[in-house]
């Protein structure tokens, strides 16, 4: 590789000849995403990057607002006002790092190739090929130019602007009938395959840091790659493969799903210093900077201690008169059809009217250790008094509800449990977190049944023998039961549904006096007498000192991040191909045994937070995306090459031509303005018209078998 390599370096000093991933204009004609050798200059300005191309954007479109005007184009968005790092709120086929990719002449392209190619004999098969970015103002519009040594092959490839024409303009039988004849074949001997790209919402980011990410204006992107062998351009809707591809920003500001994912940050943090803390005694973590919310650039910083105050008045005036909702979840209702919908309310209002989640949601956005334990006293402390008695889910079984509800009712040694909690971060610490382990356990569990998947979720929380199944293997199992009239129920939460089974009457036992229990005043009087010794009352909470087991919480968070990366994608799926429930439910099973098993590429929730952006690929049933097939696509590429039968017909050799037709340049801004179309072309091309006008470019590559001995006779 290096002796390849080294002609050409010492020949071109000044040109930039490296290894690199394959670039996204290469892509789009090989095929391929691998490492490849990439000959470029650099552009004149080194300076020059994305936010050039942005700022001269926005200047055009400023012209062309000061004439038309488009109410419907304004974006106010915080990077567009504050920072102007991020490429155009537009969608491009190129990334923003090649802008710097300049071409190189025509001339100077081929002399470099055939260095490249000179030693082909010293080749080997991880030989890299060599791809030439070239001037397209030259003739024939040449715009790559790519060559692969070989000791047995003569491999090389051109790639050509071909002009801009409608799609109804792109005769794909008549192209066929031109490359069978270049071939010297029959056009039953030549394979054709067509794919094409629809976008369906937002856009890439590409390498952006995690800041300009969590910041952008769109949350990710929803695209649709569909292919066929029939011989057209218009995408056949019942016969064509379909491929959904998405990506999605964890943490973007504006996604509905950070009502759960705040959670889960502050669960991560916080059981990381818990760990911390076991490891070197809490005297080693400093509480007032150990970091418990994420601080994002852009978002508002909330006022906790107002928020606590609000909730306290609240409940004081609440407890006795609100009515708890069927299932004990404020999010969900009978109305509930959408995940849009759920995910908004539980942003606004939260989950549950359970007091101690209600505090989750104020200390998970503390900004600091120091604060979620100040807040919390401050809360036990005014329980305390007795002015409320906080409402209680029946199935919250945490230590902190349980302290709650003893303190609401008078407690002989309050201020020693406020006290020793003071004293001892881990036990507050991980009393606050147990309780954000289950809420977050609950609320996804209870998003995620919507789309019928309660027993595969549950089973990830529990490690079942059940979550080692897919999640088609546990919905055949259930069917099975169902249609045999066996007893499975489909909703673990069903028995939670129904009026006479409310939460709320669950949890009046808790707020009932026992008749025989000593109250407060009554063992003040009785030990005043000396009947009762220096022991614990009845109505005393013994102090929580090692019991709470923070050994199970890093396989959740793994599990929280896993099945956060899915409803990600399930919402965004949802509003962008405006799916329901029914038609989500394949789509969530893909996810779901994608994200969460043991091959997930979702280890930590850390992972998540250093790296927001995640990517799927699946294939799609047709009917759910019709709508959109019938629409113009963003690219459509044609490729043709020769078949089995043509292995000893015609040219004796491997070829292969790509025809590329885009709505946008394939190439970046430093290539692509150096054509300069006719007049006519141009006017075509910006000419508002019900017909979209397409790029067309065409990669030719020939590989000829080469006779590397001469025998003498």
Excluded at 181 to 194: A, H, K
Excluded at 363 to 368: N, V, W
Excluded at 418 to 446: C, D, F, H, I, M
């Amino acid at each position: 590789m290096d002796l390849l390599l080294q002609p050409v370096l010492e020949n071109y000093p000044k040109l930039y000849v490296e290894k690199q991933k394959c670039p996204s204009y290469v892509e789009m004609y090989a095929k391929y995403n691998k490492d490849i050798v990439l000959a470029y200059a650099r552009t004149k300005q080194s300076t020059y990057t994305a936010s050039d191309t942005h700022a001269r954007n926005n200047k055009n479109e400023q012209e062309e607002l000061e004439l038309t005007g488009s109410p419907l184009k304004l974006d106010l968005s915080l990077h567009t006002i504050l920072d102007d790092t991020l490429i155009s709120d537009e969608p491009q086929l190129w990334n923003k790092e090649e802008v710097l990719h300049g071409p190189i002449n025509i001339e100077t392209a081929r002399q470099i190739a055939n260095l490249y190619n000179k030693n082909r004999h010293e080749a080997t098969e991880d030989t890299l090929p060599l791809w030439i970015v070239t001037n397209p103002s030259e003739n024939n519009h040449p715009l790559l130019l790519m060559v692969q040594p070989d000791r047995d092959h003569f491999a090389r490839g051109l790639v050509t602007y071909e002009g801009a024409m409608g799609m109804d303009d792109v005769d794909v039988d008549q192209l066929l009938e031109n490359y069978a004849e270049q071939e010297r074949l029959t056009s039953d001997m030549i394979n054709v395959s067509v794919d094409c790209k629809y976008l369906v919402s937002g856009i890439s980011y590409g390498t952006h840091n995690t800041e300009e990410l969590l910041n952008a204006p769109h949350s990710g992107v929803t695209e649709l790659r569909c292919d066929w062998t029939v011989k057209t351009l218009h995408t056949p809707f019942i016969s064509c493969k379909v491929h959904f591809e998405q990506e999605v920003i964890v943490g973007h500001l504006a996604s509905p799903c950070n009502a759960i994912w705040k959670s889960v940050c502050a669960l991560h943090n916080m059981n990381q210093l818990l760990v911390d803390m076991t490891a070197a005694g809490f005297a080693s973590v400093n509480l007032e900077t150990a970091a418990i919310r994420n601080n994002i650039p852009g978002t508002t910083q909330p006022n906790n201690a107002k928020r606590l105050n609000e909730l306290l008045n609240e409940t004081e005036t609440y407890a006795y008169t609100a009515e708890c909702p069927a299932g004990g979840c404020i999010c969900i209702t009978e109305d509930t059809t959408t995940l849009n919908q759920c995910l908004n309310l539980m942003n606004r209002l939260g989950s549950s009217n359970d007091f101690t989640y209600k505090l989750w949601d104020i200390l998970r956005d503390c900004e600091t250790a120091e604060e979620v334990i100040n807040l919390l006293i401050q809360a036990l402390k005014f329980i305390s008094t007795g002015k409320i008695r906080p409402f209680i889910d029946a199935n919250n079984k945490t230590y902190l509800s349980k302290l709650v509800l003893k303190l609401s009712r008078g407690h002989s040694q309050t201020s020693k449990v406020l006290k020793n909690l003071r004293a001892s971060p881990p036990q507050a610490l991980s009393l606050v977190a147990q309780v954000g382990v289950e809420k977050t356990t609950w609320e996804y569990t209870r998003v995620i049944s919507l789309l019928e998947h309660s027993f595969f979720i549950a089973g990830i929380w529990t490690n079942e023998a059940r979550s080692h199944e897919s999640v088609e293997q546990i919905n055949q199992t259930i069917q099975d039961m169902t249609m045999t009239g066996g007893d499975f129920t489909l909703n673990p939460f069903e028995s939670l549904t129904g009026n006479e089974n409310s939460i709320r009457l669950d949890s009046e036992s808790f707020y009932d006096d026992d008749p025989n229990e000593l109250t407060v005043d009554d063992f003040a009087s009785l030990k005043k007498h000396g009947l009762v010794g220096e022991k614990k009352d009845a109505n005393e909470i013994p102090l929580i000192t090692d019991e709470i087991d923070i050994s199970p919480w890093k396989n959740l968070l793994m599990r929280f991040a896993q099945v956060h990366v899915c409803l990600e994608h399930l919402y965004r799926a949802e509003t962008s191909l405006r799916a329901d429930f029914v038609s989500l439910k394949p789509v969530s099973t893909r996810l779901l045994e994608h994200y969460v098993s043991e091959k997930s590429p979702i280890k930590t929730v850390g992972q998540l937070m250093s790296d927001p952006m995640q990517k799927i690929s699946m294939s799609i049933a047709n009917n759910l995306v019709q709508d959109h097939l019938k629409k113009p696509a963003f690219w459509y590429r044609v490729e043709m090459g020769r078949n089995d039968s043509a292995a000893d017909k015609g040219i004796k050799r491997d070829s292969k031509v790509v025809f590329v037709l885009s709505q946008l340049p394939v190439f970046p801004s430093s290539v692509w303005q150096h054509l300069e179309p006719s007049t006519e072309d141009a006017a075509e091309i910006t000419m508002v018209s019900e017909e979209i006008k397409y790029h067309c470019t065409k990669y030719t590559f020939l590989s000829n078998k080469q006779i590397n001995k001469l025998t003498l006779q």
